[in-house]
């Protein structure tokens, strides 16, 4: 059995860049940062910083573009791929990459939400009594229909009927 499966949560290091396959499917590409925090062998706090290559495509793709920002925080579930290619003098060029499954994006900060008006002051108002709560409506549909003698649909064996004096009021 194989497994080829990966997580990480970081942030961006740069902003996602979009292309298209010849195909039309969106693919994106971006950075992604990942921290790890250790104390070495003299008690000192120490910090290690991992950068990952990550593509997204199709309506992944699309999503990454249009909400991931540079230091964006984000949670990537997908499968390692390294790729190969020879440049145009002969060296051999390998590329790690994370090819996006699922996603998960983080808590939005403040510079992406929209700037909001201030609301002006409101003059005070008589305090309303609770609305009531309807009573939900009942259509034909919802009544259950109990065919009399029916072994499904009473299974205790009774014949249905209830004996009003057991009931205690």
Do not use: C
């Amino acid at each position: 059995m194989n497994l080829n499966k990966i997580f990480i949560v970081g942030n961006l290091t740069q902003k996602p860049e979009t292309r298209s396959l010849p195909s039309g499917q969106p693919v994106t590409s971006f950075g992604v940062a990942t921290n790890r925090f250790f104390t070495n062998k003299n008690q000192e706090k120490k910090q290690e910083t991992e950068f990952h290559n990550v593509v997204a495509f199709g309506r992944l793709a699309e999503i990454a573009s249009q909400y991931l920002n540079k230091g964006s925080l984000v949670l990537i579930e997908g499968r390692l791929r390294t790729r190969n290619w020879q440049d145009s003098s002969g060296v051999r060029h390998y590329r790690t990459e994370i090819i996006t499954e699922r996603m998960q994006l983080g808590p939005r900060t403040g510079s992406q939400t929209p700037p909001q008006a201030p609301k002006a002051p409101q003059a005070p108002q008589a305090p309303q009594a609770p609305e009531v709560p309807k009573a939900p409506k009942i259509s034909a549909e919802d009544i259950p229909i109990i065919e009399e003698n029916s072994p499904k649909e009473n299974p205790s064996g009774d014949n249905g009927e209830i004996n009003v004096k057991e009931i205690p009021f």
